[in-house]
């Protein structure tokens, strides 16, 4: 009867074992699955954010070419403002000066 305690202890143990075993197998994968899934999701991120980076530089290049375009139109503008500005005050003067000989 003894014996057979012993015996059956000792396959008890060995099967616990066999089981830890088995479950730090497990284990082991499982922490491997995770930070493979950690390191898709980090690079996914990070390609998301390079992304966005190039959205927002070509943007900023965009707004800096509109502004440009803009401010060269305003320029442009103004010029012809003047110079009509001008033009109409040389005839005023011109008008004056001709009524002043009257």
Do not use: H, P, Q, Y
């Amino acid at each position: 009867m003894r014996k057979l305690m012993i015996v059956s202890l000792a396959a008890a143990a060995f099967s616990l074992t066999a089981c830890s075993e088995a479950a730090k197998e497990e284990t082991g994968e499982a922490a491997e699955a995770v930070a493979d899934d950690a390191a898709a999701g980090a690079e996914a991120a990070g390609d998301a954010m390079a992304e966005g980076a190039e959205a927002a530089a070509a943007a900023a290049g965009e707004v800096a070419a509109d502004a440009k375009d803009a401010a060269a139109e305003a320029g442009a503008a103004a010029k012809e403002g003047t110079a009509n500005a001008l033009d109409a005050a040389g005839d005023a003067a011109k008008e004056a000066a001709a009524e002043v000989k009257k």
